[in-house]
T-cell receptor
Framework: AQKITQTQPGMFVQEKEAVTLDCTYD???????LFWYKQPSSGEMIFLIYQGSYDQQNATEGRYSLNFQKARKSANLVISASQLGDSAMYFCAMREGGSQGNLIFGKGTKLSVKP | DSGVTQTPKHLITATGQRVTLRCSPR?????VYWYQQSLDQGLQFLIQ???????AKGNILERFSAQQFPDLHSELNLSSLELGDSALYFC????????????FGSGTRLTVV
């Protein structure tokens, strides 16, 4: 079974609008971390935002926020006020097994921002 | 510059050959992780080292091996290369003590012809 599921292979959003990228996860470990990374066409992996399983509040980083619904095991990324430079692949990832555990990635969502 | 340095950026080699990919982690980071990104498999975890010791293994082929040296840089060795090994290989590092950051290098794009 997949541990990280991203059901949207591709999405379009109009510039300046908000967009939500979906991510669900599966784990029985009570301690885990959830991450979102951006991969532009140049290929580098850029860390966006992190949510710990015990965090009470949803994480926010500038225009990025993470809608964390623990009971539903979802960790959706919300990008507000989309910009053309947001066009990229977005990957959701989970870390199990403690703070030094490896990341398990979803298959990604390709976001295209239209002018 | 993320602070994680990977060399070379691009590598083209023939089937059956052996290559070595190098990674220098961010200063102070003890853990190094290797990932393979291919079109069909996505991002796959290969192996992790922590302060010179192998910590975890993922979907790493027997033809592949890695090590982390006393200065904490790491090398990923790929041998008997096949066309299907063509991929983007990432190294990532994370700090001691469990901070949540995983910083990725810019990757090595390997093309096997």
């Amino acid at each position: 079974a997949q541990k990280i599921t991203q059901t949207q292979p591709g999405m379009f959003v109009q510039e300046k609008e908000a967009v939500t990228l979906d991510c669900t996860y599966d784990t029985s470990d009570p301690s885990y971390g959830l991450f979102w990374y951006k991969q532009p066409s140049s290929g580098e992996m850029i860390f966006l935002i992190y949510q710990g399983s015990y965090d009470q509040q949803n994480a926010t980083e500038g225009r990025y926020s993470l809608n964390f619904q623990k009971a539903r095991k979802s960790a959706n990324l919300v990008i507000s006020a989309s910009q053309l430079g947001d066009s990229a692949m977005y990957f959701c990832a989970m870390r199990e097994g403690g703070s030094q555990g490896n990341l398990i990635f979803g298959k990604g969502t390709k976001l295209s921002v239209k002018p | 510059d993320s602070g994680v340095t990977q060399t070379p950026k691009h590598l083209i080699t023939a089937t059956g050959q052996r290559v070595t990919l190098r990674c220098s982690p961010r200063s102070g980071d003890l853990s190094v992780y290797w990932y393979q990104q291919s079109l069909d498999q996505g991002l796959q975890f290969l192996i992790q080292y922590y302060n010179g010791e192998e910590r975890a293994k993922g979907n790493i082929l027997e033809r592949f091996s890695a090590q982390q040296f006393p200065d904490l840089h790491s090398e990923l060795n790929l041998s008997s290369l096949e066309l299907g090994d063509s991929a983007l290989y990432f190294c990532a590092s994370s700090p001691r003590g469990g901070a949540y950051g995983y910083t990725f290098g810019s990757g090595t794009r390997l093309t096997v012809v």
